[in-house]
C-alpha cells in the first residue's frame, strides 16, 4: 500500500504495489533513518535490489523521491479530511471523532513519512515545498471549522494553535516504541487528542 493510499484510508485489498511505489516506500525508510543527506541513489538502488542508475527510470533523483513521498501524503490527508467533514455537517463533535480516528489511523501507518515530513521538508525545492506548505494549510484549517463550532466564540488563531497541538500529539509515532501495541496506542492517541481539543 502506498502512503498515498493509507493517508486516503484506502485498504488497497487485491492491488499489486507497482515497481516504482516499492521503491518509494524503501527510500522513504532508509530517509527517514539515516536522513536525506545520509542516502544516495546507490544506496537506495542496492535495497531495492537494482543499480542506482536504473533507479532514474522511475525517479529524476532524491528531490523528486521526497516530492513523491510527500505531496500525494498532503493530498490525501486534505481529500480525506474533507470527506469526514462533510460526512456529518450538522454534527461537530461527531467530524471531530471522525477526524481524529482518520489522522491516528495515518500516523500509526506512516511514521516513517511523519519522520521524513519532519526533518526533510525543506531538502525540496521552493515549489513542491510550497505546494505541501498550502496543502498542509488546507487541512489545518478542516479541524479549525469544526473546532470554532465546537466553541463558540474561539478565534480562529486560537483553534488553529489547538490544531496544531492535536498534531503534535498525533505524529508523535515516529517516537513511540513497541511497548504498548497498535490498538491501545490508537485508543491512548484518540482519547489525549480528543481531551485536548473538547478542553
Not at 532508509?30 to 535495497?47: E, N, Q
Not at 515545498?129 to 466553541?151: K, M, P, S
Request: proline share 5%.
Amino acid at each position: 500500500m502506498t502512503v498515498e493510499q493509507q493517508a486516503r484510508g484506502a485498504t488497497g485489498a487485491g492491488r499489486r504495489r507497482s515497481r516504482k511505489d516499492e521503491i518509494l516506500e524503501i527510500a522513504v525508510g532508509l530517509f527517514a533513518a539515516r536522513g536525506y543527506h545520509g542516502v544516495s541513489m546507490d544506496d537506495i538502488g542496492a535495497a531495492a535490489g537494482v543499480t542506482g542508475p536504473a533507479l532514474y527510470h522511475h525517479f529524476a533523483g532524491k528531490e523528486a523521491m521526497l516530492a513523491a513521498a510527500l505531496i500525494p501524503v498532503s493530498e490525501g490527508l486534505l481529500a480525506g479530511g474533507r470527506e469526514r467533514a462533510a460526512g456529518q455537517p450538522d454534527d461537530p463533535r461527531g467530524v471531530l471523532e471522525s477526524l481524529i480516528d482518520f489522522h491516528v489511523e495515518f500516523a500509526l501507518a506512516n511514521p516513517a513519512v511523519i519522520a521524513l515530513h519532519l526533518n526533510e521538508l525543506d531538502r525540496l525545492p521552493e515549489e513542491p515545498r510550497r505546494r505541501i506548505r498550502r496543502l498542509q494549510r488546507l487541512y489545518v484549517e478542516e479541524w479549525v471549522t469544526v473546532l470554532t463550532a465546537l466553541h463558540p466564540g474561539m478565534p480562529d488563531g486560537e483553534a488553529r494553535v489547538l490544531a496544531h497541538a492535536a498534531f503534535g500529539l498525533m505524529n508523535s509515532t515516529p517516537f513511540l516504541g513497541g511497548e504498548v501495541d497498535r490498538r491501545r496506542r490508537a485508543e491512548l492517541l484518540r482519547g489525549a487528542t480528543l481531551a485536548a481539543l473538547l478542553a
